[in-house]
Every structure is written in structure tokens, then in C-alpha cells.
């Protein structure tokens, strides 16, 4: 093989996340006896008192197999993300299963991506999704990845994919419907100073850690922190999810390429997740407290 198109070597942390990511490919659903002894009673305490959420939507999930778009924030600990898919095992009383995806760090990371794993979070892969709708699962993609969950404060109540169309694709060649998830909330479990993209880009930990940014937090326990695992415990806020009426694609694999066809459904898909936030934003009255 030519030196020109050798695969270069990979350093010890990169290595350490694809074997941690690849164990996690997988996964027949959430452990069962995880979540009726550890999951289930924590998570309806956090949903029902701590984030008081308001979850509605549900007549509109259609009855086959889905790919849920929606945005998250909160840092790296999405809580909106959490308390939705928990809401779902709740509500479909395990089932329907619903897959949660996440970025590879945090499926690579200690603790933290074993209990992704246990409540049956996959990475945010093509090869996993297709696997789970094959399976009959539903799937939900938060496309904006960690840009969109580190978002400034002030960009709180945005809908922002960044232009990745991936996932008109992936339902198009699944053959399921979307489904737009609206929220708002949990950007204010955590407040965003700065997303950091200087200090991702002058440490070289944005390029090893496939992100874009290092944003800088206010939050409890510490006034000021750099994070980029979990570096605070999430404020009390009042969190508020919708599931957003369904778009149906055509499922003519042909479509996957036409450019024209994935931009229109990708600006209904954001324009859909932007009017459910702009409506539910309006509910809120006060940072945190709702």
C-alpha cells in the first residue's frame, strides 16, 4: 500500500473510544432489572418533582417504527434528552422501545457509558440506528450533536441542526417516518457562558475528541468550569417537551441523493422543531424556575 494512503495511527485515546464505542454498537433495549430497581425510581423522581416536565405529543407518534429529530442542551449532561427518553419507557411501560443516542466520548466514557448502555443508548452512528429501526425500535438523533447541547445561553431557544442532513437520509433509506421533537428547559440547568471553540481548537481536544467546542459553565457545584465531560450537577429547571406532528418521506432509496428533495425535508424538519419551541417558550417565565 502506498505511504500516501495509509491509515494513520491512532493515539491511545482515540483507541480507548472506538473500542468503548464499539462494545456499545449494539443493544437489544434497556436492562430490564437496571430499570425497575435503580432507573425507574430515580427517574420518575426527577421527572415528576425535580424538572417538573411537561411532556405531551404522544397521540402523534405514529404506531410503526420512528426516527425522532430534536434538539438538547444542558452541556454534557442533556437532561431534556434523559428525561424524554425516560418518559417514553415510562408511558409505553417498556413495550416500545425507544433508543437514545449519544456522542462516542460520552458512550466512551467510564461509568457514564455503562449506564448509557444499561438504559439502551447507542452511538450516534449510521451503522447503529439502522440496526435498531431494522429491529423495530424507534430511534431518536439529535443531529446538532455536542454544538447544539453546548449552545450560548442566549441561543436557548434555537433550533439548530448545523446543516446535518444525515438523518433525512438514514429515514429515507429505513423507510420510517420523523418525528420532530420540540423542548425547551434544559438549557437552563446549566448556564453556557462561552462555547469554547478557541480553546477546542488552541488545546487540539476538539480534533481528538471529535467536537467543536470546550464551553465554559456556571453551574453547582463550581461558579466557572471548563467541560467537557460532566462537570456540574443540573439547576432545577422546569423542563417542557412536544412531540411535533410526523413527516413522511418518500422511501424511494433514489431520494437519499437527491439533494433538493433531503434539503426540503431538513428545513420541515427544523421549521417544525422551531415553531413547537417558539411555542413553548412563550410558557416560561422565568429562567429555571419556568
Known amino acids: 500500500m502506498a505511504s500516501g494512503t495509509q491509515k494513520a495511527p491512532q493515539g491511545w485515546l482515540q483507541q480507548l473510544v472506538a473500542r468503548r464505542v464499539a462494545a456499545a454498537m449494539t443493544s437489544d433495549g434497556p436492562n430490564e432489572q437496571f430499570m425497575q ?11 415528576d418533582h425535580y424538572f417538573r416536565l411537561d411532556i405531551d405529543g404522544w397521540h ?26 425516560h418518559s417514553w419507557y415510562r408511558h409505553f411501560e417498556g413495550r416500545r422501545i ?30 447503529g440506528v439502522t440496526a435498531a429501526l ?3 425500535h424507534d430511534v431518536i438523533v439529535w443531529p446538532g450533536g455536542e454544538q447544539d447541547s453546548m449552545r450560548h445561553w442566549r441561543q436557548r431557544d434555537k433550533a439548530m441542526l448545523f446543516g446535518r442532513k444525515g438523518f433525512v437520509r438514514q429515514a429515507i433509506r429505513s423507510g420510517v417516518p420523523i ?20 480553546l477546542a481548537r488552541w488545546t487540539g481536544l476538539g480534533k481528538r475528541l471529535r467536537g467543536a467546542t470546550m464551553p465554559i459553565i456556571a453551574g453547582f457545584p463550581f461558579p466557572l468550569a471548563v467541560e467537557i465531560l460532566p462537570a456540574h450537577l443540573p439547576l ?25 428533495y433531503v434539503d426540503k425535508i431538513y428545513d420541515e ?11 413553548l417558550a412563550k410558557r416560561r417565565s422565568f429562567p429555571v424556575f419556568g
Request: glycine content about 8%; aromatic content about 8%; some cysteine.
Open 98 to 127: 425507544l433508543h437514545g443516542t449519544a456522542h462516542d466520548v460520552l458512550m466512551a466514557a467510564p461509568l457514564l457509558g455503562d449506564y448509557f448502555k444499561a438504559v439502551g443508548v447507542i452511538p450516534a452512528s449510521r451503522q
Open 134 to 136: 431494522a429491529a423495530g
Open 60 to 85: 402523534r407518534i405514529p404506531d410503526e417504527p420512528s426516527l425522532l429529530i430534536g434538539i438538547h442542551s444542558g452541556g454534557a449532561l442533556t437532561i431534556d434528552a434523559w428525561t424524554l427518553v
Open 269 to 279: 424538519v427544523e421549521a417544525s422543531i422551531q415553531d413547537g419551541v417558539d411555542r
Open 37 to 47: 430497581y435503580f432507573q425507574n425510581p430515580i427517574w420518575n423522581f426527577l421527572c
Open 179 to 198: 418525528v420532530p421533537v420540540a423542548t425547551v428547559g434544559g438549557h437552563d440547568t446549566v448556564f453556557v457562558l462561552s462555547e469554547g471553540r478557541f
Open 236 to 260: 432545577p429547571a422546569k423542563i417542557r417537551t412536544e412531540f411535533l406532528d410526523p413527516i413522511r418521506v418518500d422511501t424511494d432509496p433514489d431520494r437519499a441523493d437527491d439533494t433538493a
